[in-house]
């Protein structure tokens, strides 16, 4: 018999899953139908991601630490994560034809950056427990693409192993991070400390700020 925490996680998952038509880009890469000119765009995007990320997932785990430990180690472990996919984020980032001369003059899209900005908003504002279940629904969706995006980056346009590990390192499965997630819940709801209603309402808004992510990229020139 499964924890309630274990069910809450499973079924917000499934109640956020993202209609496959709000994402146009991952199909297209695919099948190799997208242009190679995206995966550029794509790496210069996550570089401003992925350390704002990370910097909001660090400052979580400090705001929980006291009251809420169980989710300080979740935000701990996805701070950790983005500290690593960074140094995976470079050789991607090389095999795109990406130099530090573009990457400092590069304008990012607002579209993409709109997900970055909300998840700082959920750091200075949302209760850490909430954050927890929204943000493990979300990430169950990026893992997808990045498993569908590390294939094809392989099948359909010659990118070597190296260049592919930031992909393969989101689409690979953690144990540790579910068991975190898992634990946070778990505590926040023995407490009482859990809204759920809010934590729908943060996981509704990330994935529609991940939608706008990829459709920017789309729509990229």
């Given amino acids: 018999m499964t924890h309630p925490a274990r069910d809450l996680l499973q079924t917000t998952t499934a109640a956020?899953?993202?209609?496959?038509?709000?994402?146009?880009?991952?199909?297209?890469?695919?099948?190799?139908?997208?242009?190679?000119?995206v995966f550029a765009v794509l790496a210069l995007e996550q570089s401003w991601v992925i350390p704002a990320d990370r910097r909001a997932f660090e400052y979580l785990a400090e705001r929980s630490l006291v009251r809420d430990p169980e989710a300080a180690a979740f935000f701990a472990t996805l701070a950790e994560g983005e500290a690593l996919a960074e140094e995976r984020l470079a050789s991607f980032a090389r095999a795109c034809g990406v130099n530090e001369t573009r990457t400092a003059a590069y304008e990012p899209l607002p579209g993409c950056q709109a997900y970055p900005a909300y998840v700082a908003w959920l750091a200075l504002n949302a209760a850490p427990a909430d954050v927890v279940l929204a943000l493990a629904a979300n990430f169950s969706a990026w893992g997808g693409y990045c498993a569908t995006i590390a294939q094809a980056l392989r099948t359909h346009y010659g990118f070597t192993d190296e260049a592919c590990a930031f992909f393969d390192f989101f689409a690979e499965p953690s144990p540790e991070l579910e068991s975190r997630a898992t634990a946070a819940v778990r505590t926040a709801l023995d407490a009482g400390r859990l809204d759920e209603t809010s934590a729908q309402r943060y996981g509704r808004l990330l994935q529609t700020y991940e939608a706008m992510f990829w459709n920017a990229l789309t729509a990229a020139p």
């Fill in 16 to 37: 956020l899953a993202p209609d496959p038509r709000s994402n146009p880009l991952v199909p297209r890469i695919a099948d190799g139908t997208a242009p190679r000119s």
